[in-house]
């Protein structure tokens, strides 16, 4: 399986990891894995064609290795289906099963006693 090298660094790992994330989200959403699209949006190293498609162990698709330039046109190009009901359903089931993003620092406690941190 091709991994996904960024001129020396192997950076494969946050594939797997991305893969592994959308994988668990499907499953605590109760949605099909092709539901959810793992996705990587890469600043500061250019992407020869913008994108990549890097295969993941365990996870059936491809993940989406983009530029900022393409996120937009590639979610903009997702297949979708119109329908609120299911749309809200979703977004309550999120809002229960998913905890919300916390930004590490400024969760983590602050140490004032620097010599005992």
Known sequence: MPRWICGAEDRHRQVEAVASYARRTAAALGL??????????????????????????????VVHVLGPALLAPTLAIAPRQR???????????????????????????????HERC
């Open 32 to 61: 099909p894995a092709a539901a959810v699209w793992p996705l990587l949006v890469v600043h500061g190293s250019p992407i020869t064609g913008g994108r990549l498609e890097v295969r993941a162990s365990g996870w059936g698709g």
């Open 83 to 113: 329908d609120p009901q299911r749309a809200t359903a979703l977004a309550r089931r999120v809002t229960l099963v998913l905890l919300p993003y916390e930004d590490e620092q400024r969760t983590r406690p602050r140490c004032i006693d």
